[in-house]
Nanobody, 134 residues
Framework: YLQLAESGGGSVQAGGSLKLTCTVS????????MGWFRQFPGQKREEQRE????????????YYADAVKGRFTISQDNTKNIVFLQMNNLRPDETARYYC???????????????????????WGQGTQVTVSS
């Protein structure tokens, strides 16, 4: 059983940066991936969340959605229980609530061509709001 807590959201102007932090309570295994999703204003269902990035705890392999490649960076600290999302060059249409997610164990990391499916998530945080103004 895992508990996830996000922090670091806030308001920023277009082109600005924010760094989100997810603190994980519980035991993460090398086969767990950690990820970030976002839910845009007006969306209410968990299944509507959009996958942004993921990292495989075992070897640090990272995955990014095309929309954020080159601008967002996901990382874990040495304990593996803190996951970061560095977001640069933010756009107003990226205003959303950002959620930390933990996936059940898998034999391989997410790779290009895969899709981060919110229905595959095992544990969610409460989310943190990111607002980007123009």
């Amino acid at each position: 059983y895992l508990q996830l807590a996000e922090s670091g959201g806030g308001s920023v102007q277009a082109g600005g940066s924010l760094k989100l932090t997810c603190t994980v309570s519980g035991t993460l295994y090398s086969t767990n991936s950690m990820g970030w999703f976002r839910q845009f204003p007006g969306q209410k269902r968990e299944e509507q969340r959009e996958g942004v990035a993921a990292i495989y705890t075992g070897d640090g392999t990272t995955y990014y959605a095309d929309a954020v490649k080159g601008r967002f960076t996901i990382s874990q600290d040495n304990t593996k229980n803190i996951v970061f999302l560095q977001m640069n060059n933010l756009r107003p249409d990226e205003t959303a609530r950002y959620y930390c997610a933990a996936f059940p164990g898998a034999s391989r990391p997410y790779r290009d061509g895969d899709n981060l499916d919110p229905t595959d998530v095992g544990w969610w945080g409460q989310g943190t709001q990111v607002t980007v103004s123009s």
